[in-house]
């Protein structure tokens, strides 16, 4: 089956087809580093490396490029309130957002480019763009005249007589309010550059521009980003490159919220739940699974009830994983080569992750059947199977990534702490049934199913697992 996806240009889904046979290249808005991501800002990163993981294993060579914006309007007035240099507090952010990729599993990208570092070849857009009428140059800044590309704003679907451009302070000089800035001038104290129009600073959309440009040429297979970033960044994006020449993105892809009380999570409405403060809470594979196993497209709306059910999900799934491995050994229990035909259907429908998922638990039901009928060749098979599906949704809870991660040997711990607990419980149940008090054997059975855990009498003794 062919791989389909969501083009919001489009807005509809359509057949994905590479501009090079068997390559793919994709843009993500990466992070502005003006503060430590929360998990929203993370969830982003996570499916696009779900899309990766599986155009990749579908066979294709991709090359992921992943920006950091290090200097826009928030970071200066970060840098003026705390009395610290703007790169410090960038610098100190970007490693932040790389903690939190690399501790929920993200690849690491092709190359991931800082928007300071290519500021001359955002002067030779701006350059290129001035030259043939498309901006112009008013008060040390530099504007983007929007009636001049007559396909501005089809990406957002909006009336242009009805645009309300953001602005920021200093913005002066321009021919039309909607036009918006490409450069910014120099003001008293913040950094800047030398440009032929005057010393300045980059404006946010210019940067994407000039890096998709620089690393994926004129045109290339996908542009991804957050929801919120169709209107006004992508949009400006757009009239920036196509004017410029560029046919740019072929495809638009781009992930909803996770949103707290219907809100968007954000910063600035100070409803965020920090990366680096999740992860001592929750085991880093499950914040993965709970983020990256609804639809990209889906809105999350964020509960510590949810990030239980997930928990427990995942532990249904973990649990078969360690059943297996304690029977075959890990190195007897290597990945499927492919995966299942309808995981795989899921998949190519644009990412239908949530679909692919109850495929992982069909089959760990399956292979937990296996194991109850000591069909030990079953089981494996259903555990390599299952491996290759968790493999595509970085989830593979045997990968090194996750076996050498401290995230995962806390959880070992407690599950080793929970196990002595229960074992305990289970003597006084197999007491009870010795001197034939089955009542009480029983009730103790139905507490700890009503704790969440499922007991099963096997000739080796009771076993217990999360339900």
């Keep these: 089956m062919t791989i389909r996806l969501y083009d919001t240009s489009a807005r509809q889904i359509r057949d994905f087809t590479p501009i090079i046979p068997g390559c793919v290249s994709i843009y993500l808005c990466g992070a502005t580093v003006q503060a430590a991501p929360h998990i929203g800002h993370i969830r982003s990163g996570l499916d696009f490396d779900i899309l990766r993981r599986w155009l990749l294993h579908r066979g294709y060579e991709v090359t992921f490029i992943r920006n950091v914006t290090d200097i826009d309007d928030k970071i200066i007035s970060k840098s003026a309130d705390q009395g610290r240099p703007w790169w410090a507090i960038g610098y100190e952010n970007e490693r932040a957002f790389n903690a939190g990729y690399e501790a929920l599993g993200c690849l690491p990208p092709t190359y991931e480019p800082r928007a300071t570092g290519h500021v001359p070849e955002m002067i030779e857009m701006m350059r290129a763009l001035i030259d043939s009428g498309h901006a112009y140059a008013a008060d040390g800044n530099v504007y983007f005249d929007v009636r001049s590309y007559p396909g501005y704003l089809a990406l957002s679907n909006q009336e242009l007589d009805n645009l309300r451009q953001p602005e920021g302070e200093g913005e002066t000089g321009k021919r039309d309010p909607r036009d918006f800035a490409m450069w910014k001038a120099a003001k ?85 739940v920090l990366v680096s403060e999740m992860v001592k809470r929750w085991r880093p594979i499950v914040l993965r699974y709970y983020l990256g196993t609804p639809h990209y497209r889906s809105t999350i709306e964020y509960s510590e009830e949810a990030l239980r059910e997930a928990e427990s999900a995942f532990a249904r799934i973990e649990g078969f994983v360690q059943r297996v491995v304690e029977k075959a050994g890990k190195a007897g229990v290597a990945p499927a080569a492919d995966v299942p035909p309808a995981f795989a259907e899921a998949m190519d429908d644009d990412l239908g992750v949530p679909q692919a998922l109850a495929i992982v638990h069909t089959t760990v039901r399956q292979g937990n059947a296996a194991l109850s009928a000591d069909d030990k060749e079953a089981a494996v098979a259903r555990l390599a199977e299952v491996r290759a599906m968790l493999g595509v949704l970085g989830l593979d809870p045997l990968d090194d990534h996750w076996a050498g991660a401290e995230g995962a040997e806390r959880g070992a711990d407690l599950h080793g702490a929970v196990d002595t607990l229960v074992r305990l419980v289970l003597e006084q149940r197999e007491a009870a049934r010795a001197r034939k008090d089955y009542a009480a054997a029983d009730a103790i059975r139905d507490q700890l199913q009503q704790s969440g855990l499922a007991i099963e009498d096997t000739p080796d003794g009771p076993r217990w697992t999360l339900c």
């Design 188 to 272: 008293p104290g913040e950094p800047s550059w030398e440009t032929p129009w005057g010393r300045g600073r980059p404006g946010w959309h210019l940067e994407c521009s000039a890096m998709a440009h620089k690393y994926l040429g004129s045109r290339f297979d996908i542009h991804g980003g957050g929801i919120d970033l169709v209107f006004p960044h992508h949009e400006n994006e757009i009239a920036q490159s196509k004017t410029f020449g560029d046919e740019f993105a072929d495809y638009w892809m781009h992930n909803a919220w996770v949103t707290m009380s219907g809100e968007k999570m954000s910063k600035s409405l100070g409803n965020s």
